[in-house]
C-alpha cells in the first residue's frame, strides 16, 4: 500500500488551461504539505494544512489553491497555467508540522510532473 | 531568510573513494534532516539529527550535526556505484506564516555520481 499517492503522475497541457493533480495520504499524518521541484532540482514548499487547515502559504501565484477536504487528502488546483509552472510537484505529510516533540520528518509522493506547452 | 547552502552541488567520484558533503545554514536550529533522490523518484529519508554533536550511521553514509557551526556534513566511505543519486539537506526552522508551526526548507542538492 503506497504511503502518500498523488495522481495524476505525468500530466502534459497547453498554456491557459486548469489542471488539478490530487494527493491521498495513507499514514493518519496530521499535516500534509505540496512542494514544487524546478528543472534544477531546487525544493521549494508550497502549502501546508494540519488538520485540513491551512498552516502555511509561501508566496506562490494565487493561480494555485490548495483544498484539503480531510486531513487525508490535499489537492493542488491550478488555474491558467504558464509555461514556468512547468516543475515536478511532490506532496508529502508529516506527523505533525507544529513541532512539540520528535523529529518531522516528512514521507513524501512519487510526483506530479507537470508540463505546460 | 534563511537559507541552506550544500555544497560541492555536483559530485563526480570513484568507487572506493571517501568524500564528505557540507550544508551550512544560516539562523538557529537544531533539527536537520538528510533526503535521497534517485533520478525520476521521490525523496526518501536517511537521517534525522536532533541534537548538537548528533552523528548518525547508515551503510557507507555517516552524517553529524554541529548546532553551534550551523554546519551538518554527510560523509561517504567507499563509495559504490549504488550511491549515486541527489542527496539533500534540510533544516526545521518556525514557519513565516504559520503560528507555532515548522516548516522544512531544503538545500539545492548534491547530484553524486560514483564512477566504477
Known amino acids: 500500500d503506497t504511503a502518500v499517492s498523488q495522481t495524476p503522475k505525468y500530466l502534459v497541457t497547453q498554456m491557459g488551461n486548469d489542471k488539478s493533480i490530487k494527493c491521498e495520504q495513507n499514514l493518519g499524518h496530521d499535516t500534509m504539505y505540496w512542494y514544487k521541484q524546478d528543472s534544477k532540482k531546487f525544493l521549494k514548499i508550497m502549502f501546508s494544512y494540519n488538520n485540513k487547515e491551512l498552516i502555511i502559504n509561501e508566496t506562490v501565484p494565487n493561480r494555485f489553491s490548495p483544498k484539503s477536504p480531510d486531513k487525508a487528502h490535499l489537492n493542488l488546483h491550478i488555474n491558467s497555467l504558464e509555461l514556468g509552472d512547468s516543475a515536478v510537484y511532490f506532496c508529502?505529510?508529516?506527523?505533525?508540522?507544529?513541532?512539540?516533540?520528535?523529529?518531522?520528518?516528512?514521507?513524501f509522493g512519487a510526483g506530479s510532473r507537470l508540463t505546460v506547452l | 531568510e534563511l537559507k541552506v547552502e550544500q555544497n560541492p552541488l555536483f559530485l563526480s567520484m570513484q568507487e572506493g573513494k571517501n568524500y564528505t558533503i557540507y550544508c551550512n545554514y544560516s539562523t538557529t536550529s537544531d533539527r536537520l534532516y538528510w533526503y535521497r533522490q534517485d533520478p525520476g523518484k521521490s525523496l526518501e529519508s536517511l537521517f534525522v539529527l536532533l541534537s548538537n554533536g548528533a552523528v548518525k550511521q547508515e551503510g557507507r553514509l555517516m552524517a553529524s550535526l554541529d548546532t553551534k557551526a550551523r554546519l551538518s556534513t554527510l560523509h561517504i566511505t567507499a563509495a559504490v556505484h549504488d550511491l549515486s543519486a541527489t542527496y539533500f539537506c534540510a533544516v526545521d526552522i518556525p514557519s513565516y506564516s504559520g503560528a507555532g508551526s515548522y516548516q522544512l526548507t531544503f538545500g539545492k542538492g548534491t547530484k553524486l555520481s560514483v564512477i566504477p
Open positions: 508529502a505529510s508529516s506527523r505533525t508540522g507544529v513541532r512539540q516533540t520528535g523529529a518531522n520528518v516528512l514521507t
